[in-house]
């Protein structure tokens, strides 16, 4: 995580490890920033079990329900949600235990990052969506930026994600899966939340996904984005996110 995600000089508040997904939440001092990344796909499994069980699913999300919020219709993608819901509980007790042990001060000015590759990129932004909706959050500034993500949600809670959550979205010019899920009518459109910023391919127009997709191939991107040479295998705290 530590080059990718431009967390180096962090302290680990915990890790987290499902059959299906895993992570960890950091605190960055030198940012004041909370980073909870989430790993992508990895085996075939995972995009059966959960890429490709892209029917809707109504999130529970506070402040979303009412009369004047009747015609809100905020579904997202059941097998990514189901994958943010089995990791929710330990995430949200590591976050208020920690903003717990600081000053109220200190507490105000801290900063929630969400962020991972691919199905870990799905996952972290509607784990920004639910912790946006959460009082005991509201005060907190949060963000966005994920790397090779597939689409989440329909219009409605694109809108309502974007208004509220700043973010950037990040995809390789030969990557097809942040194009994903592409369905019908039936099922829904899915929306891409934020428009993605197209990053360099160097060249490599094969279409082969494997390459394409390769979480390594975008840390090699976003470091050319950066004019920071590629053999320097690390970033001083968070600034590789901040451009």
Known sequence: FKPFYGIGGSKLLQSYRTP???GMVAFNPSKNLIVVTYRGTQKGKEWLGQNF????KQPVLAGIEGSAL???DGWVHAGYWNLF???KDQIEASIKEFLLRLEEKERKDVKLLFTGH???GATATLAAG???SQDDFKGLEKEIRTFGSPKVAGEDFKLWLEARVPGKSFARETDPVPTFPRVSDYLGYYK???TPYLLDSFGDYSFDLDAAHDARKYQQAIYALRNIPYEKMYIKGAELLDK
């Open 192 to 194: 891409s939340i934020y």
């Open 85 to 87: 819901e089995t990791t």
């Open 130 to 132: 639910y912790f946006a």
């Open 20 to 22: 299906a997904v895993h």
């Open 53 to 56: 069980n892209f029917i809707k």
């Open 70 to 72: 009747r015609d809100f």
């Open 118 to 120: 691919s199905l870990g």
